[in-house]
């Protein structure tokens, strides 16, 4: 996949090649080979209860996505240091997006760093850098200079009993700024429809969640070339949230309401009109990991035909990080189903064979 030729493959030495190689044990006689898997939203290092820290724990959460095929995530905001997981041949290939940036008091406890608009710039610079020790309010060193920063674009305010957005446009700007001219992506969690259009005008590169797409913000999202990870079975808990805050926030259990019942119906709009759409569980929090498959159905059941769903969990995706999918010279990492998935996509859920690092897995 995606050309669904029917070729002979070859691994020799953690890469891939379609020239025959003499002498070669054989994986598979026979088989649908699709790129790797990508959850472009997950977060190792988060569970129902809160940050987790140990790395048992961390690297249990990593073996459950490879196991489901997720080979290559995006661990979209993270308190705990994963990078030991690097050096696991069995954990996923990670693309890390350090800690979430939000107010202070305006997101999970103990997961964020917590800075005022006008530290914004400075902090997201720092968090692409990696440079300058701890981040503010963190207790993970810095040290590592990321390819994505994630900000939080907006959570439930107490005292308005409703979700506001965290930043004024003009510190949307010049953090998406600086963090470009580090050369690092921003990803932005963001629920609301008052939040989107800043944050769209700032120029992120992705939104997560994006359940306040109205059809004229689908269209400026489209204009901006950026993407969007719906993360639909997260979304699938609004009401469940929306239950557990109805006595005490009434206008914000609505909203959470009527944002899960238009959430696939803005998914669908997006992709008809060109926004590019990738899978992403969010797994960590309220999404148990390894449900790539399940999210990968959510978006076909949304409204994206099945190959452009697999697509949106696979190739496309992976192309979007800047990973190969199966050509000559990429790395080995891909998935083997019985079945073309393009006519049932429940097979993901099924693999036969896994290859990471040109090693198979158990």
Known sequence: MPEADERDLWVVDGRLTFER?????????????????????????????????????????????????????????????????????????????????????????????????????????????????AALGSDVPCGEAHQWVKLVGDWIDRAEGDLTPLWPGDSLRAAVGRAHAAGTRVAVHVFSEEALPDLIDAGVDSIEHGTGLTEDLVVRLAASGAALVPTLI?????????????????????????????ARARIRAAFEAGVPIYCGTDAGGYVRHGRVADEIL??????????????????????????????EGAAADFVIYDADPRADLGVLRSPVRIVLRGRILA
Not at 302 to 326: C, H, T
Request: hydrophobic share 40%.
């Open 21 to 133: 190689v003499p002498g070669a044990e054989t994986v598979a006689g026979r088989g649908w080979v699709v790129p790797g898997l990508v959850d472009a939203h997950c977060h190792i290092g988060l569970a129902p209860d809160g940050p987790t820290h140990g790395r048992g724990d961390l690297l249990a959460q990593a073996r459950t996505d490879t196991a489901a095929g997720a080979l290559l995530i995006r661990d979209a905001g993270s308190p705990a240091d994963t990078r030991f997981l690097d050096d696991e041949p069995d954990a996923p290939r990670m693309i890390r997006c350090g800690r979430h940036i939000a107010r202070p008091k305006r997101y999970s406890p103990n997961t964020a760093v917590e800075v005022e608009p006008d530290e914004l710039a400075d902090v997201v610079f720092r968090e692409a850098s990696g440079g300058g020790g």
């Open 234 to 262: 997260n979304i699938d808990n609004f009401p469940d949230i929306a239950h557990s805050a109805r006595t005490k926030f009434p206008v914000y259990a609505e909203r959470m309401d009527r944002l899960h019942g238009t």
């Open 298 to 327: 959510a978006l076909h059941e949304a409204g994206l035909p099945a190959e452009a769903a697999l697509a949106a969990g696979s190739w496309d995706a992976r192309g979007w990080l800047g990973y190969d999918a199966l050509e």
